[in-house]
Every structure is written in C-alpha cells, then in structure tokens.
C-alpha cells in the first residue's frame, strides 16, 4: 500500500535551519506530484512547497519563498524540504503528500490523494 513517511522535525531558534524527509513507498510516484503543507493548531492545512515526480517543476508560496527548498531524490523515492531563516510563524506540524498530475491544484489540499501522519516543526523567538 502506499505508505509516506515524515522525519527531520525538532525545535530550533528563530534563524535557524531544518531539513525534513518524506520516504515514499508502494507505488511508482512518476505521474504524481509530491507536496509539503503545514498545520499549526486551529489553522487550515497550509500548502508550503510541491514538486513534480518526473519533472522537478517546483512551486512555492510567497510565504516560505527565498527560504525554503523542495527537492527529491528518485533513487531514494525520497522527497526533501530544507528549511532555512525559520521564524516563529514557521511553528506547525509538516505533512508530506502525493496527489495525481492530473488534478488541477498543487496548492490546495484536494490537489493530494495520500499523506503521511505528519512531523511537529518548532520554532522559538
């Protein structure tokens, strides 16, 4: 079955840097975009940073822009997010998630058929 599965997060000062993983499993991701979206608590899922499978098209949103960086590595079938200058706001759990190409969104939730349970960032002043 399809399985995703977060790691990396932790606590870190205002400043400082993260790298988190999502290692993806039990299927072939090459018609698939992979995405990252946060949530902190009584907030809507947030979309952070989404990359295609295949063709490493990236998108961002203005938010995290010039700070974070999406990457994948297809050997690995493992998806990056390094997280640099983070500040307070950054504060959430991160989701990794994998939707179809051929759903039209890659910046909202119903863009993504599978997630994983999710690894807690925070980020202290």
């Known amino acids: 079955q399809v399985q995703l599965v977060e790691s990396g997060g932790g606590s870190v000062q205002a400043g400082g840097s993260l790298r988190l993983s999502c290692a993806a499993s039990?299927?072939?991701?090459?018609?698939?975009?992979m995405g990252w979206f946060r949530q902190a608590p009584g907030k809507e899922r947030e979309f952070v940073a989404a990359?295609?499978?295949?063709?490493?098209?990236?998108y961002y949103p203005d938010s995290v822009k010039g700070r974070f960086t999406i990457s994948r590595d297809n050997a690995k079938n493992t998806v990056y997010l390094q997280m640099n200058s983070l500040k307070p706001e950054d504060t959430a759990i991160y989701y990794c998630?994998?939707?179809?190409?051929?759903?039209?969104?890659?910046?909202?939730?119903?863009?993504?058929?599978?997630w994983g349970q999710g690894t807690q960032v925070t980020v202290s002043s």
């Open positions: 039990g299927r072939t991701f090459i018609n698939y975009r």
């Open positions: 998630a994998a939707g179809r190409l051929s759903v039209a969104s890659s910046t909202t939730t119903r863009g993504y058929d599978y």
């Open positions: 990359i295609t499978w295949s063709g490493g098209n990236l």
